[in-house]
């Protein structure tokens, strides 16, 4: 038993102690050492790539280590120093390092990192499946590899510097917690996959000197709701906007020639399209499944290619606008003759008239855009439709739902009037929350809430909590609550 003891002591004792020497192109240049769960980096020059090969301490101790200093004098973090190091939850760089290599951090559980401003690149897959929730990449940066921050999933945000020119293939790919990217002006090419499956991602902007899109580069980004592409874009590449299904909006710039097939396919949210003069191809499935589709405008002379699944599952009566001499070419090309409602554009707008694009409600304002009154196209000024207030809010059609109470026995609803009865004697006051804490209305009075807020107007649909206090035949006071849901 003794000797186990001393056997256990060594070992713990070994691994306290644990020296390696990864310098190139001398080995004692550069040493990481362990102790009490840091592994610490020192010496100067560059540190080893290990590529393929697995770093020394990674099979001895690399479930150990939980952090990881670079001290001032390493000038890299090799390429798969640190990867698959699962307990691995944070890492201080220190600013003499300008490369962080390839790997370098993959599938380790790292939740903090600083990236200092002497760093240039950032090596492919480096931080790819961590369990980073924020970057700061800095203006030192030059290069992001490919898939280096792929499967972030908590990352929230990111903030991308002026002197990156090229956000690479899948760099952040699955990032599915990442609700806004700064994409800078620099950048020239969004590579493909960039930012697929970025489920939470709601707007893009990409900047005017942009040329390509890439392949799928926002495939499955199903909440983005509206993209702006600038106007050097050339190309948007296949499956791009794919499954993007709750895109409302997207411009496309007349630098754009070519529509990739499948690039805005499954966009059931899109309701109008406007296709530039400089379209020239439309690829197969480009705007199939586009089932909200209301109208759709090529601007184009000469009716872009198209195959004959372009606009498959759209609705073929919905208004189709060309250039006014084009009529009939677009009748008879492929792709388009399939429309039965082809109109002319006329070449000079009377946008005398309004058109009810959205409509005004009891919870929210809507909205009119200008109407062209010969052709009947849509402008670009829009006005706001104030919304609903008042007794049209009201009448008959509400439906009110007791969903949860402390008192069943104390509140009803009477379907007739919409109004929910709170069966106490006398002395009856009550007080209505929204979901969110808010108070709806304070110091009711009387044994019914007619769905009104303190202001006199009826509520929005939703889910409300009523709080009763009262005095009951025994001059008792009663307390009780119910929550209830509320629907026109």
């Known amino acids: 038993m003794f000797k186990k003891v001393l056997l256990a002591i060594g070992i713990i004792a070994s691994i306290a102690v644990a020296q390696y020497y990864i ?14 769960g840091t592994m610490t980096i020192s010496g100067t020059g560059k540190m080893i790539d290990f590529g393929s090969s697995n770093p020394p301490w990674s099979s001895s101790i690399g479930k150990n280590i939980t952090s990881v200093v670079i001290k001032n004098g390493v000038t890299n973090i090799g390429s ?23 790997n370098a951090f993959f599938n380790s559980s790292l939740n903090s990192v600083n990236i200092p401003e002497s760093v240039t690149n950032i090596g492919q897959s480096a931080f ?25 999933r908590g990352l929230t945000s990111v903030n991308i510097t002026e002197a990156v020119t090229i956000i690479g293939d899948s760099v952040f790919s699955f990032c599915e917690s990442l609700t806004s990217v700064y994409i800078p002006e620099a950048v020239t090419s969004i590579g493909s996959f960039a930012f697929y499956a970025c489920t939470r991602l709601t707007s893009v902007n990409i900047p005017n000197n942009v040329t390509i899109i890439g392949n799928s580069a926002f495939q499955h980004c199903n909440s983005l709701t509206s993209v702006t592409i600038g106007n050097s874009v050339t190309s948007i590449g296949i499956k791009a906007f794919q499954y993007c299904n709750s895109l409302t909006s997207v411009n496309i710039p007349n630098s754009v020639k070519g529509i990739n097939p499948y690039a805005f396919d499954y966009c059931n949210s899109l309701t109008s399209v406007t296709i530039p003069e400089s379209v020239t191809t439309i690829g197969d499935w480009a705007f199939s499944n586009c089932s909200g589709l209301t109208r759709l405008t090529s601007s184009a002379k000469t009716p872009p290619s198209a195959g004959l699944n372009t606009f498959s599952y759209v609705t073929k009566t ?107 004697d006398d002395r009856v006051s009550f007080v ?27 509520v929005a649909n939703g889910t409300y909590l009523v709080v009763v206090e009262a005095t009951d035949r025994n001059g008792k006071t009663v307390m009780c609550s119910a929550k209830v849901g509320v629907k026109r």
Not at 94 to 101: E, L, R
């Open 432 to 458: 209505v929350y929204d979901m969110t804490g808010n108070v709806v209305v304070f110091n009711g009075n009387g044994k019914v809430w007619d769905l009104r807020n303190s202001a006199g107007r009826f």
């Open 23 to 36: 310098g190139t192109p001398y080995a004692g240049d550069v040493t990481a050492s362990f102790k009490d």
């Open 318 to 424: 919905i208004p189709v606008y060309v250039p006014e001499g084009s009529i009939e070419l677009y009748k008879k090309a492929d792709g388009w003759s399939a429309f039965t409602n082809i109109i002319g554009i006329c070449q000079t707008h009377n946008f005398g008239d309004w058109k009810t694009t959205t409509n005004a409600t009891c919870e929210a304002a809507g909205e009119k855009t200008e109407e062209c009154s010969v052709c009947g196209i849509l402008g670009t000024q829009t006005q706001t439709i104030p919304q609903l207030t008042g007794e049209e809010c009201g009448g008959g059609t509400s439906i009110v739902k007791v969903e949860k109470t402390t008192n069943k026995s104390l509140f009803r609803v009477n379907p007739v009037s919409d109004k929910m009865e709170i069966m106490l």
């Open 128 to 152: 790819k499946n961590c369990n980073l929730t924020s970057v700061n990449i800095p203006n030192s940066v030059t290069i992001i590899g490919n898939s280096a921050f792929s499967g972030c």
């Open 80 to 102: 798969s120093a640190f990867s698959g190091h699962s307990s691995l939850t944070s890492a201080n760089i220190s600013n003499s390092v300008t490369i962080i290599g390839d």
